[in-house]
């Protein structure tokens, strides 16, 4: 599992490498400042002409670089891009071989206010169809109509549907924290796109996670799981586990301490690796978050602020050898000290 919550672009070859996106989002911000010179931009030429892994990792910079501005609606930003592209020289035609074939850092990525990620298209419909979704970094509390209370994490949306003999809630995409309320007559079932989870008597938290599998971890009480494609019997998953499934059931393990500490807006650590803990925060923020591999095996404990990254990386940054540098506006980076 790559240990980074950036994204990166893909070539024809595969990943475009962590060191090849970090110097060009440091080209990209010396060719947009005052600083650069006709020397800079022959040297940015030379660095490009060295491998397809630079022209692809450009290509990514540049296209992620003109989505912020154009959902920032900054001007500057616009004639800043403009400008230094121009100076450099690069064809419209070359910069369309260069974005050819290539999956820009982990898709479209939005970056107006309570929106860090622009969803696929999927999402944003579900979107349409939600009771109930919360923004980037924002965290609701919900009572629902049996009284049962649900905590809605940041960028989650979910559908109510309870009717005479049923309690359905539907998980569109995010991660939903459930207290049940006690109804003999209705029991609750939560569907995600990978199964049904009828909770006998309990709290647990499921989410949907971005490769389409679902993460149910149980904290009080059993929850039976039933795969929608065909996956057998049901399962039931007990107090202190925790289990990832898709078509297929994934092994049962147990659930990390403090997992339901984010509806108090906390990230409690427990022998998390950096890179871990990187993916979590950059769940909470906008732009793009990443981690350098050389530090992405750091362990990490501790009580971090979700409701504020910008302390929690400091605290990090306090804790750990390493520093936090943002080489554009959408792109925080930790890396070795």
Known sequence: MKPAALKLPQGAGGAVDFDSMRQAADWYALLTSDAAGEDDRRDWQAWLAQSTAHRQAWAGVESINRQFVMLTGSGAARQATAS???????????????????????????L??????????????????????????????????????????????????YDDSVRRIVLLYGEVLIRTA??????????????VLRPLGTRFDVRQEEDA???????EGRVEVRLHAGGGAPRVIEAGQQVRFDSRMGPVEPAPPGLDAWRRNMLLADDMTLGSMTETLARYRVGILGCDPRVADLRVTGGYPLSDTDQALRMLAAALPVRIRS???????????
């Open 213 to 219: 599998a679902t993460r149910l971890a149980v904290l």
């Open 327 to 337: 080489p554009l506006p959408w792109w925080t980076l930790i890396e070795p000290r």
């Open 182 to 195: 006690p109804d003999a007559r209705r029991p609750m079932l939560v569907e995600t796109g990978q199964g």
């Open 84 to 110: 230094a592209l121009d100076a450099g020289q690069v064809s419209a035609r070359r910069r369309r071989r260069m974005l050819r074939g290539l999956l820009v850092a982990g898709g479209v990525f939005g």
């Open 112 to 161: 107006a206010a309570g929106a860090g990620r622009i969803a696929p298209v999927r999402r944003l419909i579900a979107g349409l169809r939600a009771d109930q979704q919360t923004a980037l970094g924002e965290i609701r509390e919900l009572t629902l109509p049996d009284g049962s209370l649900a905590w809605l994490n940041t960028a989650s949306a979910l559908q109510v549907r």
